[in-house]
């Protein structure tokens, strides 16, 4: 079992800049992968980025350049800054831990919104 808190999401204006973190409890050892996706009302949750265990990281054509993944091993957590921010942004951040068995968790969310 894999346990994620995110924190970190807020309002922030046009062309601002946020964090999010993710924070991995439980069995930390098993995770092959760790992602940031994203779900705003009336769409299908999507893939912002991920990173995986050898530290290779993936993202979405809408936030190349834009966002960055990284993580702090030590603190078993995962951020995701996000620069130049746009209204199109705005969604319910979630963090996802992909085992070695393909076992999926997810953390609870957390609101970002972009507006002036």
């Known amino acids: 079992q894999v346990q994620l808190v995110e924190s970190g999401g807020g309002l922030v204006q046009p062309g601002g800049s946020l964090s999010v973190s993710c924070a991995a409890s439980?069995?930390?050892?098993?995770?092959?992968?760790m992602g940031w996706y994203r779900q705003s009302p009336g769409k299908q949750r999507e893939l912002v980025a991920g990173?995986?265990?050898?530290?290779?990281?993936d993202y979405a054509d809408s936030v190349k350049g834009r966002f960055t993944i990284s993580r702090d091993n030590a603190k078993n957590t995962v951020y995701l800054q996000m620069n130049s921010l746009k209204p199109e942004d705005t969604a319910v951040y979630y963090c996802?831990?992909?085992?070695?068995?393909?076992?999926?968790?997810w953390g609870q969310g957390t609101q970002v919104t972009v507006s002036s």
């Open positions: 996802r831990a992909t085992t070695m068995t393909l076992n999926a968790y």
């Open positions: 439980g069995s930390i050892s098993s995770i092959y992968r």
């Open positions: 990173i995986f265990s050898s530290g290779s990281t």
